[in-house]
């Protein structure tokens, strides 16, 4: 009987059925349409018209989109470090089993679970000009306040403090969890040795959890690459373009514009830059788990 | 001997670093507090100057207006069918793929786990123009099943739900296999029964999700009573700050945000091993 429950049958697949026509309609035909979509002239009236790489050539040469690239990648080198960083910090602070570490802990992760929406709306309320807390804060401190969201150098800034308030519990819960699974005698060793905690944190917390660390790094590098909303409404990309990012290049040039071949192109681009990325990730955690074993 | 009270807590954090961490979790609650004291002052009031904050009177009027205002409440409830309808349906479409994908031989089975693993390196960018072209196709776009659709096609739920039928003994099947259950039977009685808090832990993800999504429902719902309320949020965001006032602003977000924050008070537990088991798998 168990026999006949392990053989391999067609009639089994028809589980997967449901799952994999949605997967093939709504993931697989869209990707591979999306390619042929950016190797194309659109007319938003329907038909298509075959220009080979053009679109590359034109996204490639756009001063916008070079703008957009460079905006992201000063993006992710800033807010992924601070990140990785600060979510370290926080998880060896509150890596305890007390009521008080278990609050802050849930505190920070929190604004986690919050839209883009909320997200933004708490910040512009925060930062606008004269009113806003930040505002208040420099007045009260004597500074000159600052048009957080409208200054060139500041907004990209201001984007990226409200997306490390959004996103700083993730980094946290992992390496938290790497945390807890160091293995307790190695502590013991260190305690029996007298270590400072200086040393117990260089030689041994740190050096156990490198993997997680690159983990932790990798996966915000993926998900910061793809900035869009924070910056589409609290700045709108500006002023003067200096703080859009390539995901909103991408949807202002297809669904503002409706240059559809173009955007499309823009977006294999950074789907290419994603999938690099992603792949790192899958080749890191691979080894973690060699390591691990 | 000191050595042998030791603790690997003690060597790992201590009270300083805990009270620092403390005062960043004040900074981090700042914004959400002056938020919500916004949201309980009258807007008249906020025009003079927002130290008035600070000080009574405190008013539920703000609130008061959103509930009257019933495009408000009815972004809420799109929002709630979009989640709702994408919550069962990516539950239903996983646990069932979930099941084969662990549980049964058919042909080509790895072959299609590795393609649908490949599904869960696809960005939403590299599908969204596409998607919506072939929405524009089937007229779909302001619906709420073309709201549903589009993240129904996530792996993450798949991948998930194979690794928790993966984690159930075999013994359980085969005890039902001898009283000679079909392959149905002993999916829907024997074993999803069993899966119940992963169902928990990646229902209560999926409805995160489909309740924050953005982007989508962004350029699908153009018309404002198809608007989710992430959107319609983002909507009244355009005329910041000008027309509705500060306080009706601030009583939005916080309006907004009571479903997940409810969700996230109850099931905090899940919610942090689906978030960071899908980041680490």
Known sequence: MAESYRRSRW???????????????????PLGWGIWLSLNKVDLFGGERFIGLKNYARVLS?????????????????????????????????????????????????????????????????????????SLIFEFFGWQPIGFLSTTGWSLFSVGVATVWWCIGLPMMLFLAALQQIPKDLYEAAALDNASRWRVLTRITL??????????????????????????????????????????????????RWDIGLGAAASQILFLIILCAAMLQYWVSTRKEEVDA | MKAFNYSPEHLTSNRQLFWIAAVLGVIMMAPVAWIIGLSLKDNAELLRGT????????????????????????????????????????????SLAGYAFARLEFPFRKTLFIIVLFGLAVPEQAVIIARHQMFNWFDLHNTHIGLILPNLSSAFGVFLMTQFFRAIPKEIDEAAMLDNASTFRIFWKVLLPLTLPAQATLGIFTFLQAWNDYWWPLISATKSDMYTLTIGIASSQ???????????????????????????????????TAVSGGAVK
Not at chain 1, 80 to 87: E, F, H, K, M, N
């Open chain 1, 11 to 29: 009639t089994n697949g028809l589980f997967v059925v449901p799952y994999l026509s949605v997967f093939l309609t709504l993931l697989v035909f």
């Open chain 1, 207 to 256: 050096p156990s959890i490198k993997s997680t660390i690159m983990l932790v790094a990798i996966i915000q590098v993926v998900m910061q690459f793809q900035l869009f909303g924070q910056a589409q409404l609290m700045t709108n990309g500006g002023p003067a373009g200096s703080s859009r990012p390539i995901v909103m290049y991408i949807y202002e040039v297809g669904f503002l």
């Open chain 2, 238 to 272: 355009t005329n910041f700050a000008q027309s509705e006032g500060l306080g009706f602003l601030g009583a939005q977000a916080v309006f907004a945000s009571l479903p997940v924050v409810i969700v996230y008070i109850f099931f905090q537990r899940h919610i942090v």
């Open chain 2, 51 to 94: 130290e008035a904050v600070f000080s009574f009177p405190y008013t539920l009027l703000n609130y008061a207006n959103i509930l009257e205002s019933s495009s408000v409440f009815g972004w809420f409830m799109n929002s709630m069918i979009v989640a709702v309808g994408q919550t069962v349906g990516v539950l239903l479409l996983s």
């Open chain 1, 62 to 134: 756009d001063p916008i989109f070079g703008q957009a690239v460079k905006n992201t990648l000063i993006f992710v080198g800033v807010s992924v470090p601070t990140l990785v960083i600060l979510g370290l910090f926080l998880a060896l602070a509150l890596n305890k089993t007390s009521k008080g570490s278990s609050f802050l802990r849930g505190l920070f992760f929190a604004s986690s679970i919050l839209s883009v929406t909320i997200v933004t709306l708490i910040w512009r309320i925060v930062f606008i000009p004269n009113d806003g807390l930040m």
